[in-house]
């Protein structure tokens, strides 16, 4: 028996909640001796350098940031090259960037914090060392202006050297690149630990949800598990979920059958397409299956639920998807509504994942 997709509507992959985590990639660089060293890091030697274009300019104010936020994370700082050290994180500020290349691994050349070879203004570099080895690891701070000049003279800062490095010093007071490092060496219990701590903000909250679903920190599951019970943070977490183990799915099953709030029941569905996917488990189809087409369901869930039935490809998505397809052939928009046309294409590309001629 054969049949075919009655829908004529283009193929495109469009994920509703932004680009593929980075977690499928995440330090496969690293040897696991590597990975055990880093995981052990306890003590670190901070080496700051500043220079102006007259110079070299006063590190002791940056220094001092960058060791007081990496003591927010609960590790042993030093200044001093010849104290007992694990690792060495190495921050160049400089008032007129030179160009050093991107990271050659890692997977994030092409973030915002990555660096830029078209930014030539004032920047810091962060990098850092294991064992004498420099990693292949760069993150960029740059200020809000590129001509440190002009921008004294607008201030009425007086000279524009180091006027750019407190404006660089300011910018590492807000950049969490303590959390970027903490993730980088898998090491999720100190990111739990300043989660739990009472003066820790929703924003920073929401970046340490987002970097523990990209570590798959399964230890993690408990306190993603009661972030869902915080309207700030419960699609973050979320999401989050999607990346953990299996013990994250009976979690997300009850988010999406359960709440009220369309955008968390979409990253519940996402999470158990991805879940699904990763983990070759069945026990997804069911509840997005019930869902999919399920009285008063939000369109932008259910389309979020089609894509996530073609990522787990099985028998008994076929008829369901065949039906709302039929269903969606139907309606007649002028002009075409584009959550309509968006979960078409969903359909549509499940239909083709799922089913197979006989």
């Known amino acids: 028996m054969t049949r075919s997709c009655s829908t004529a509507a283009a193929l495109f992959l469009l994920p509703i909640l932004g680009i593929a985590s980075s977690a499928e990639a995440y330090r496969d660089y690293f040897s696991e001796a590597q990975k055990a060293e880093l995981a052990h890091i306890r003590t670190v030697l901070i080496e700051v350098i500043a220079l102006t274009d007259k110079g070299a300019g006063p590190v002791d104010g940056i220094r001092n940031v960058v060791m007081r936020r990496m003591e927010e994370l609960g590790y042993t700082v030093v200044a001093d090259p010849g104290h007992?050290?694990?690792v060495v994180v190495r921050v160049k500020c400089e008032q007129r960037k030179t160009w050093e290349g991107t990271a050659s691994a890692g997977g994030d050349h092409d973030l915002l914090d990555a660096p830029s070879r078209l930014w030539k203004g004032p920047a810091c570099q962060v990098t850092y060392a294991l064992g004498g080895m420099k990693i292949k690891w760069q993150k960029e701070v740059r200020t809000e202006f590129e001509?440190?000049?002009q921008a004294a003279q607008s201030a009425q800062a007086g000279?524009?050297?180091p006027y750019?490095?407190?404006a660089l010093q300011g910018e590492l007071e807000k950049y969490e690149f303590p959390l970027l490092l903490t993730a980088e060496w898998g090491q999720p219990d100190r990111?739990?630990?300043l989660m739990d701590a009472p003066g820790t903000n929703q924003l920073r909250k929401l970046k340490i949800i987002s970097l523990l679903g990209e570590m798959v920190a399964d230890e993690a599951l408990p306190q993603l598990t009661e972030a869902l019970k915080d309207k700030d943070?419960?699609?973050q977490a979320a999401v989050a979920l999607g990346n953990m183990?299996?013990?994250g799915i009976?979690?997300?099953i009850d988010i999406l059958k359960h709440s009220k709030q369309p955008d968390l029941q979409a990253a519940a569905a996402k999470g158990l397409g991805d879940l699904g996917n990763i983990h070759s488990d069945p026990r997804v189809v069911p509840p997005l299956l019930d869902m999919l087409d399920a009285p008063g369901i939000d369109i932008m869930v259910q389309t979020e639920i089609a894509w996530a039935l073609g990522r787990v490809p099985d028998r008994r998505s076929v008829e369901p998807l065949f039906a709302l397809d039929r269903k969606l052939q139907k309606i007649r928009n002028d002009p075409p509504d584009p959550q309509i046309k968006k979960l078409k294409e969903a359909v549509f590309w499940s239909i083709k994942q799922v089913y197979t001629e006989d």
């Open 245 to 247: 183990g299996k013990e």
């Open 191 to 193: 990111l739990l630990k």
């Open 84 to 86: 007992s050290h694990d």
């Open 250 to 252: 009976p979690v997300l």
């Open 233 to 235: 943070l419960a699609k």
């Open 147 to 149: 001509d440190a000049i």
């Open 164 to 166: 750019a490095l407190a």
């Open 159 to 161: 000279e524009a050297g």
